[in-house]
């Protein structure tokens, strides 16, 4: 059993900065990728970043440059750190930890006011 927690999630001006987290726990073995999705009203869900277990990272075109993921791997925790959002940035962002199996997490909100 894994169990994801996140935080950071709120509503903040365009422009702003947020910080999201989130901490795995439990049986985790051998962990290979942690990421970042989103999903807004209406739409399907996308991936916004990603980093491997070597510390590779891959990015959304529409977050380049102004998001940033990094890893804690001694915590088991991911972290996303947002500038400049825009107002088309506003979804519920969602944690996934890959190991043999895939865990999400329960989603922090995020809005971003124009």
């Known amino acids: 059993q894994v169990q994801l927690v996140e935080s950071g999630g709120g509503l903040v001006q365009a422009g702003g900065s947020l910080r999201l987290s989130c901490a795995a726990s439990?049986?985790?073995?051998?962990?290979?990728?942690m990421a970042w999705y989103r999903q807004a009203p209406g739409k399907q869900r996308e991936l916004v970043a990603q980093?491997?277990?070597?510390?590779?990272?891959n990015y959304a075109d529409s977050v380049k440059g102004r998001f940033t993921i990094s890893r804690d791997n001694a915590k088991n925790t991911v972290y996303l750190q947002m500038n400049s959002l825009k107002p088309e940035d506003t979804a519920v962002y969602y944690c996934?930890?890959?190991?043999?199996?895939?865990?999400w997490g329960q989603g922090t909100q995020v809005t971003v006011s124009s």
């Open positions: 980093i491997t277990s070597g510390g590779s990272t």
């Open positions: 439990g049986n985790i073995f051998s962990i290979k990728a």
């Open positions: 996934l930890v890959t190991t043999r199996y895939n865990y």
